[in-house]
């Protein structure tokens, strides 16, 4: 499976964003798809991840009630709407996907995008 993310770039504090990923070389609705990020200087995190249908969703705490994440099968996408974005939000993005639920490892990830928040 490949997965290409995009859609990052600077922003203002308080902007938004929505971050893309797309899929290919394998069932995308067979996989769960994960946000996870990366700040300079700091160990790579979880952000949320997302079930097979995009029925259920869990998110990290410190991006709850911000962030969004959610699924197109049919275009074989995973979204992250990034809202009231801090500078504390400025990491590589990267997309990853595993077929287990409860799984601590992905099989597979993207080559990340860069999210910038200035204050």
């Known amino acids: 499976v490949q997965l290409e993310e995009s859609g990052g770039g600077l922003v203002q504090a308080g902007g938004s964003l929505r971050l893309s990923c797309v899929a290919s070389?394998?069932?995308?609705?067979?996989?769960?798809m994960g946000w996870l990020r990366q700040a300079p200087g700091k160990e790579r995190e979880f952000v949320g991840r997302?079930?097979?249908?995009?029925?259920?969703?869990t998110y990290a705490d410190s991006v709850k009630g911000r962030f969004t994440i959610s699924r197109d099968n049919v275009k074989n996408t995973v979204y992250l709407q990034m809202n009231t974005l801090k500078p504390e939000d400025t990491a590589v993005y990267y997309c990853?996907?595993?077929?287990?639920?409860?799984?601590?490892?992905?099989?597979?990830w993207g080559q990340g995008t860069q999210v910038t928040v200035s204050s």
């Open positions: 990853a996907a595993r077929r287990n639920w409860y799984s601590r490892e992905y099989d597979y």
């Open positions: 070389g394998g069932i995308f609705s067979n996989y769960v």
């Open positions: 997302i079930n097979w249908s995009g029925g259920t969703t």
